[in-house]
C-alpha cells in the first residue's frame, strides 16, 4: 500500500518520478504526487486518481523537462492508497509542514496519528489534510525548531510515532539531499555513479541501477548525489553495504498481451515448470530445499502445521492443508491472519509456522506471525518479495521470486507458485519422516504428477479462447456460486474472490456439501452454479451436489476433465481441462476460472488490472 520513489542525480528528473512510480503502481492508485526543489522553495504537485492524471496536470504545466521547469534534480514521489482520509487532492502525497520547509512522503500507517496531532494542534499547528503522514511532518518540523540537525528532528520525531512506516524526505534548506527511514515498511536504495535512488521496493530501483542497500528496521539514510550515509535512531553512523541485483525481464513490458492480469495467468506453465526446474528437477529425486535450516529431528518430529495468511494466499494454504495431511501425515489448520489475532496460539516447539504472502508486507499476516512465533514456534515464510518484512521476519523461506513481479492487482500467478511450493515442502518434510511403505508409494506418485504440472497447464492455457466463448453468455448474472469438495473447495473460494474482485460481481465458494444447509436457497436462473468436479474421491458426491442446485433452475457450468460425458449431459456448459489427478487438479481446475473472471470482467468493461478500491499489498490491519 503506497509506493515510495526518490532520485538525486544529473538526469531528467520527471521522467524517473514516473517511471518510478508506474513501477509502483500496484502499490495503489488512489492518488499521486511528486516533490521537487524549485529555487530557493520546494514544489508539490499532486493531485487525485491515477498516476495518468498527474502526467496530464504536468504536461499542462510544461513540467516534464528540467530545462524549461527550473527544478533541480532532487525529488520524491508517491503513489497512494488510502488509509487515513479519502483519495482526494488535499489527502495525496507528498504532504508539507505549514512553512512548506519539509515534504515528506509515507507508505504504512501511524497508529497514534490522532494523538501526536492533538499535540500538535495545541501547540498552534494547522492541520490542511485528514491523513496521518501529515502529522509525521508537522511533528519533523515541530522539532526541527529546536535540533542542531535535520536528521535530530527525524530521530526525535520517530521517537514519538508508533506504526509502521518507510518516509522519504526532502527539506527545503538541504535542496541535495533525500533522507529516508524505515520501519517494518519496505525501502530500498539504488546506488549508481553519480546519481541515487530510494524506491519501496528493489523492482523499482533496479530499473535504473544494479547495486542495491535495503534499508533496515530503525535505519535513516542521509542520501545526496555521491554519498548515501546510514545512521541509526541515535544518529550514530552504521555501515552498510550494497549488493548487487541481478536484472530481470521488465515487469512493465505487457508483451503483447491487453493486460497484465492475462499475460500473467498465461505465464503459469513457465512459473511452476522453473520452481520446478530448481527444486525438483527430477521426479527420481528427493526435494532440494536443503537451504533450510530446520534440523533432520525437527523436521522428523513435527506436531502441527499453521499456516498464517490472507485472500488468495489464504486459498493457497487451504490447499496445502490437503497435501500436508494426505503426504507428510501432519495435522494442519490454516487460519485467516485477520482471524488468528483473535485467538490462542495452540503451539509447542515442534510447531511449524507457515506465513504466505506474496507482497511479504500484508499486515494482518504479519502481526499473525509474529504473535504465532511468540510461543517459539519455528517459522517458515513463503513470499514473491525478498524485501519484505516477511522475508526479514523468517530465517527459512521460500522465495517464489522466479514467478516474476505480479502487476496486475489481482494475484493468478503467485497463487500456483505458492501452491507449487507447498507441495514441495510437503514432500520434502515426507522425505524426512519415515514414511510408511504405501505413503511412500504415494510421496513417488505426485512427484511424477507435478513433473507433468507444467505440461497440463500449458494446455489448458491454450484453451482461452473456448474458455471466453463458453463464459462471457454469463456476464449479465446477478450472483455466482462456486462449488468444489475436498482439494477443490480453496479452488471455489478462489474462483468467487476473482470473480467479485474483477467484475464487481457477487461470487461466494461454498465446500459443495453446504449447499443444502442453506446457500441454495439463493439459486434461481439468474444465479449459475459453478462446479468444480474432477474424477477421485469427491467426483460422486460434487455431481449429487450437483443436481441438487440443477433442479433449483440455476444455470450450470462446469469445470471438468476431457471426456466426461456424464458431467457433458448434466451441464449447460463444460469448462474442459486435461485428465489429471485430485490431488494434482487444483494446478489445472484454477485456470479456466481464472480466464471466467478476466473475461467476464473484460467484457463489462472493468479495469482488470487496477480493480476499484484494492492494492497488490495491504499493510493496513
Ligand atoms: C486477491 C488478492 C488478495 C491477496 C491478499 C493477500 O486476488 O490478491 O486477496 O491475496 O491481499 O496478499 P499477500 O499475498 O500479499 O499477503
Redesign the pocket.
Known amino acids: 500500500m503506497c509506493g515510495i520513489v526518490g532520485y538525486i542525480g544529473k538526469k531528467e528528473i520527471i521522467p524517473i518520478l514516473m517511471e518510478g512510480l508506474h513501477s509502483l503502481e500496484y502499490r495503489g492508485y488512489d492518488s499521486s504526487g511528486i516533490a521537487l526543489h524549485k529555487g530557493n522553495s520546494l514544489n508539490v504537485i499532486k493531485s487525485a486518481g491515477k498516476i495518468s492524471i498527474l502526467e496530464e496536470i504536468l504536461k499542462k504545466k510544461g513540467s516534464h523537462s528540467n530545462g524549461k521547469n527550473g527544478y533541480t534534480h532532487c525529488g520524491i514521489g508517491h503513489t497512494r492508497w488510502a488509509t487515513h482520509g479519502e483519495p482526494n487532492d488535499i489527502n495525496a502525497h507528498p504532504h508539507s509542514d505549514t512553512d512548506e520547509k519539509i515534504a515528506v512522503v509515507h507508505n504504512g500507517i501511524i497508529r497514534n496519528y490522532q494523538e501526536v496531532r492533538e499535540k500538535l494542534v495545541k501547540a498552534g499547528i494547522k492541520f490542511l489534510s485528514t491523513t496521518d503522514t501529515e502529522v509525521i511532518v508537522q511533528l519533523i518540523a515541530f522539532h526541527l525548531k529546536n535540533s542542531n540537525s535535520v536528521l535530530e528532528s527525524i530521530c526525535k520525531s520517530v521517537n514519538e510515532l508508533d506504526g509502521s512506516y518507510a518516509l522519504a524526505i526532502l527539506f527545503k534548506d538541504e535542496p541535495q539531499k533525500i533522507y529516508g527511514i524505515r520501519k517494518e515498511s519496505p525501502l530500498v536504495i539504488g546506488i549508481g555513479e553519480k546519481e541515487n535512488y530510494i524506491a519501496s521496493d528493489s523492482a523499482t530501483v533496479s530499473r535504473f541501477v544494479d547495486k542495491i542497500i535495503r534499508l533496515g528496521d530503525n535505519e535513516i539514510v542521509e542520501i545526496s548525489l555521491e554519498k548515501t550515509i546510514f545512521y541509526d535512531l541515535v544518529g550514530n553512523k552504521i555501515i552498510k553495504n550494497p549488493q548487487i541485483v541481478i536484472k530481470t525481464k521488465d515487469f512493465l513490458d505487457k508483451r503483447g498481451y491487453k493486460h497484465y492480469l492475462a499475460k500473467e495467468i498465461n505465464e503459469q506453465a513457465e512459473v511452476i515448470s522453473n520452481l520446478l526446474s530448481d527444486y525438483l528437477p527430477s521426479a527420481e529425486k528427493t526435494v532440494n530445499f536443503d537451504f533450510l535450516k530446520f534440523d533432520k529431528e525437527f523436521l522428523k518430529n513435527i506436531d502441527r502445521i499453521l499456516i498464517l ?7 493457497a494454504g487451504l490447499v496445502g492443508k490437503y497435501v500436508f495431511e494426505n503426504t507428510a501425515s501432519i495435522p494442519t489448520e490454516v487460519q485467516l ?1 485477520s482471524e488468528f489475532l483473535n485467538l490462542k496460539p495452540l503451539l509447542t516447539k515442534n510447531s511449524l509456522v507457515i506465513g ?7 499486515a ?2 504479519l502481526a499473525a506471525v509474529k504473535k504465532a512465533l511468540s510461543t517459539g514456534a519455528a517459522f517458515l515464510g513463503i ?2 518479495k525478498p524485501d519484505s518484512a ?1 522475508a526479514d521476519l523468517a530465517k527459512d523461506k521460500l522465495l517464489i521470486s522466479k514467478a516474476g513481479t505480479e502487476v496486475s ?4 500467478k ?2 500456483t507458485a ?1 501452491m507449487t511450493m507447498l507441495y514441495l515442502l510437503a514432500i520434502f518434510i515426507s522425505e524426512h519422516r519415515i514414511p510408511s511403505l504405501e505413503l511412500g508409494k504415494e510421496i513417488n506418485m505426485l512427484k511424477h504428477e507435478l513433473r507433468m504440472i507444467p505440461r497440463l497447464v500449458d494446455q489448458t492455457l491454450t484453451r482461452a479462447e473456448y474458455y471466453q466463448e463458453q463464459v462471457i453468455k454469463y456476464a449479465d448474472k446477478r450472483d455466482f456460486v462456486f462449488i468444489g469438495r475436498g482439494i477443490n473447495f480453496p479452488i471455489a473460494l478462489e474462483a468467487a ?2 470473480l467479485k ?1 474483477l467484475s464487481y460481481i457477487h461470487a461466494s465458494g461454498y465446500a459443495s456439501g453446504e449447499m443444502k444447509h442453506g446457500p441454495i436457497a439463493v439459486l434461481d436462473p439468474n444465479v449459475p452454479v459453478v462446479s468444480i468436479i474432477v474424477p477421485g474421491e469427491t467426483y460422486d458426491r460434487v455431481l449429487q451436489n450437483s443436481l441438487e442446485a440443477k433442479s433449483r433452475s440455476a444455470p450450470m457450468i462446469a469445470v471438468a476433465v476431457d471426456g466426461d460425458k456424464k458431467v457433458d449431459s448434466v451441464f449447460d456448459t463444460v469448462l474442459h481441462i486435461p485428465s489429471v489427478s485430485e490431488i494434482a487438479s487444483p494446478f489445472l481446475t484454477v485456470i479456466p476460472l481464472q480466464f471466467l473472471a478476466y473475461y467476464i470482467a473484460e467484457h463489462l468493461g472493468r479495469d482488470v488490472d487496477q480493480p476499484r478500491n ?1 492494492a ?3 499493510t493496513v490491519e
Open positions: 495468511a490472507c485472500g488468495t494466499a489464504w486459498h491472519a504466505i504472502s506474496q507482497s511479504g508486507e500484508t494482518d499476516t513470499t514473491n516477511l492487482v489481482a494475484a493468478t503467485t497463487f505458492q474472490l476473482k474482485e484494492l497488490k499489498s495491504v
